[in-house]
């Protein structure tokens, strides 16, 4: 009804007698705010009391039941006339909303004489009609003007632009942690065996990313990168290998665009390792060699020599094998890493047994063991000592040719000969023995 002043008693009297209820408080808060935005602050009114006031009073009264008597004399339609005048279309149609239109269709049709003078099937004027709509219209307007005029309107709409530009403006330091914590998500979820999901998510955050500026993004490029490298994973351990091979692929070209040296590695790494999971050796030594000047520690350059050996143990080219075994063998020595030196020992044996230098062979797979034991793995521990029967009845098998064929053995031969030792393997298998005997 907009009797703003009544509301604010009633809500008033309400949370007297139920404090508990917050509807109350907010209906003071909304009656409160629609009388100061129709009337303005009472701070800001100053009244003075120069003359009588009751005077003053009368005559306020007078004239106002004149001005009654002068409205309720005057036509419906001549009323909402001046009433619609008071207001500019623009004014109405932000008070009306989509209301306007239904308005402006009203006045549009009392311009029709004829519809206005006839009548519908239950007997009443479509005029009456008409100007009911467009009275009760012009009651909304006015009390939505009351409630919350032009001026407040408008302030609430630029404070929600506001808000909106502040939202969509995330500061820097949000925007990382929010892409941080995707990441770790992304890599969780590899690690557990959901490398569908993973992929889904990295590339929905990959589209994110290249939507944002360099200025909200810093390290743009470099996560854009680190996005294909996961994609790459995710897609070679569900076997998508063409696809995985893209990926890194897009990684490396990414590192090299924007000068990236630690994810160059990355990508050259990635990359050597599906050419090796599809049996492109050769590819693989490629791309491996190529990340040999980038990598940093003692550690990386242990793994990469044995990765690139073992490539070429597959192509037959065991010399080479065997050269970068034992250089993966040094790395690992200085540092210090005793499954490193386990796996290039094991693989300069095996380049070893291929050259057929049996000897070597046997001695290197008998520091395997020791490494072996010091892990300690029993899967490995069970695989060396099987190469080692192997190696011992091959180096036996080729002692005894030599013997047959007239070829006098040299000191050393005649230590590991059949006829002066047991093999290294029955050795080995006697003194694990020997150590179950003595636990108690």
């Not at 003075?48 to 009073?57: I, P, Q």
Request: proline share 3%.
């Amino acid at each position: 009804m907009g009797d703003f002043e009544f509301a604010l008693v009633f809500y008033h009297r309400g949370r007297r007698l139920r404090p508990d209820l917050h509807k109350f408080q907010l209906g003071i808060h909304k009656a409160e705010e629609a009388i100061i935005n129709c009337i303005g602050n009472p701070s800001s009114v100053k009244l003075e009391s120069k003359e009588e006031l009751c005077f003053v009073s009368r005559q306020a009264e007078l004239q106002s039941k004149k001005d009654n008597q002068k409205q309720q004399n005057k036509p419906k339609d001549q009323k909402d006339q001046k009433q619609t005048k008071k207001q500019s279309p623009k004014t109405e149609q932000q008070l009306l909303g989509q209301l306007y239109a239904d308005k402006a269709y009203l006045e549009k049709l009392l311009k029709d004489e004829d519809l206005m003078q006839s009548s519908t099937r239950q007997g009443a004027k479509v005029k009456d009609l008409v100007l009911d709509g467009i009275s009760y219209l012009n009651q909304r307007r006015d009390f939505w003007q009351q409630q919350k005029p032009i001026y407040a309107r408008e302030y609430e709409r630029k404070v929600l632009r506001q808000g909106r530009a502040r939202d969509k403006k995330q500061k820097p330091s949000d925007i990382a942690r929010a892409i941080a914590k995707e990441m770790e998500d992304i890599e969780l979820m590899l690690a557990r065996g959901s490398a569908e999901q993973s992929c889904r998510k990295a590339e929905r955050l990959l589209k994110n990313i290249q939507a944002w500026s360099e200025n909200e993004v810093p390290n743009k490029y470099e996560l854009i990168g680190n996005l294909h490298s996961c994609i790459g994973n995710g897609q070679l351990a569900m076997g998508q290998m063409e696809a995985a091979l893209h990926s890194h692929k897009m990684d490396l070209e990414c590192a090299r665009e924007h000068a990236l040296p630690d994810a160059t590695s990355r990508a050259l790494d990635n990359i050597g390792h599906v050419y090796a999971r599809i049996g492109k050796f050769q590819q693989a030594i490629n791309t491996w060699e190529e990340k040999i000047p980038l990598a940093q520690s003692s550690l990386e350059k242990a793994w990469l020599f044995h990765e690139i050996g073992r490539c070429y143990l597959e192509l037959d080219n065991a010399e080479v094998a065997q050269d970068y075994g034992e250089q993966s063998l040094q790395s690992a020595d200085e540092e210090g890493d005793v499954e490193w030196q386990l796996h290039a020992t094991v693989l300069v044996a095996q380049a070893q047994v291929k050259l057929k230098d049996y000897q070597s062979a046997i001695l290197n797979f008998e520091r395997a063991l020791e490494k072996a034991r010091l892990m300690p793995s029993e899967t490995a521990q069970n695989g060396i000592i099987a190469a080692l029967d192997n190696v011992s009845k091959s180096f036996i098998a080729e002692l005894n040719k030599d013997h047959k064929d007239g070829t006098i053995p040299s000191h050393e031969d005649r230590l590991f000969s059949s006829d002066s030792i047991k093999t290294t393997a029955e050795n080995v298998e006697e003194e694990e023995k020997g150590n179950q005997d003595e636990k108690p």
